[in-house]
């Protein structure tokens, strides 16, 4: 299978810039899988598609201040970008660093607010290995002195960061949100509730890769980044309680499809875990989890489309990826969402 085929031309202009307000006025577009019946709404009106019962499954990870700016130690140090990818260690984490001919193992980094730093390796991957200083307080001043980090895409200024967070984030961890839970709001989770939709909540940290294009021309040959998740017991036994009865499961996000699917055996039972998922999920993939998807507009030739045409199918999701560009349906991360059953 050819990546080509997962690519689509998109005006620029519907690339989302900034967030909709309220959240849950995106618009939504509701596509069902067997009938090939489509349905344009918004998002606050999801709950007409959803039935007392049903389980939908969140990524509770939260969005880290990930992006530092740092100078080599000695004066007019030359100014480097340091970007979090991933926790070592206490103080020690995996970056990727701009421009990295000028981080090599051993050189000093000096930030703002007594913060230092010591390159101490270099990957084969280029990224780096750096130890912060120890006798400060990382998470303290991370959150105090990071900034957050947006996809490449997004050259808007986001004046209030929190917009970039689920409402029910809660597990620090991850350099990109898990997008589509941006459109719940408190109130809509509420009123989910009253109708009877239960919620359940596992961790997935969205890693830099997330923003990594497909490099090979055939599909099979891409091979996926990891990144760490946690699975609850209590979790697996609410979608065995939802299987039992009837209900369907419905993962909000791609990340929430990968761990659910990663840890499910090949007859369909959950298991509880934490670690590393790499699963690339493509069409050809037999869900065993999932009932029903909330996603938002990915990228052309990425990971993410293939995971949801795995879904759905490919020709059906790119004839409705067609519907929403003419309809002038906003892309990607601040974008709209799609409702898959």
Request: with cysteine; charged share 25%.
């Amino acid at each position: 299978m050819l990546v080509s085929e997962f690519d689509y031309d998109l005006p620029v202009e519907l690339i989302a810039q900034t967030p909709v307000e309220p959240r849950d006025h995106s618009r939504l577009m509701v596509i069902y899988r067997d009938s090939r019946e489509v349905f344009e709404r918004y998002f606050y009106e999801i709950g007409d598609f959803l039935k007392a019962g049903d389980l939908l499954v969140f990524n509770d990870t939260r969005v880290i201040p990930a992006r530092l700016r740092a100078r080599k130690e000695h004066p007019g140090g030359a100014k480097i970008e340091v970007f979090l990818l991933r926790e070592q260690g206490p103080s020690r984490w995996e970056c990727l660093v701009r421009p990295g001919k000028r981080a090599r193992a051993g050189i000093r980094l000096v930030f703002e607010h007594g913060m230092s730093a010591e390159v101490v390796a270099v990957q084969e991957d280029g990224n780096r290995i750096i130890q912060f200083d120890p006798e400060i307080n990382f998470h303290t001043w991370l959150l105090q002195n990071g900034e957050t980090p947006l996809p490449p895409y997004i050259t808007s200024r986001l004046d209030q960061p929190e917009r970039y967070q689920t409402v029910y984030s809660k597990h620090e961890g991850s350099v990109a949100a898990p997008t589509a839970g941006l459109h719940f709001t408190p109130e809509l989770l509420e009123r989910l509730k009253s109708k009877g939709v239960q919620t359940g909540f596992l961790t997935l940290h969205v890693g830099l890769g997330t923003f990594r294009p497909v490099q090979v021309d055939r599909v099979e040959d891409h091979r996926m980044h990891s990144e760490w998740f946690m699975l609850s017991e209590e979790l697996v036994e609410a979608v065995r309680e939802t299987k039992a009865r009837g209900g369907r499961v419905i993962a909000v996000g791609t990340t929430t499809v990968r761990v659910l699917e990663s840890q499910s055996s090949p007859d369909g039972q959950l298991q509880p875990g934490a670690g590393e998922t790499s699963i690339f999920i493509y069409p050809g993939y037999h869900f065993k989890v999932i009932d029903g998807l909330i996603t938002n507009f990915h990228l052309p030739k990425s990971s993410l489309l293939m995971l949801v045409s795995a879904f759905a199918g490919k020709d059906f999701i790119m004839e409705q990826y067609q519907r929403a560009i003419a309809s002038g349906y906003r892309f990607f991360s601040f974008g709209d969402a799609m409702l898959i059953l």
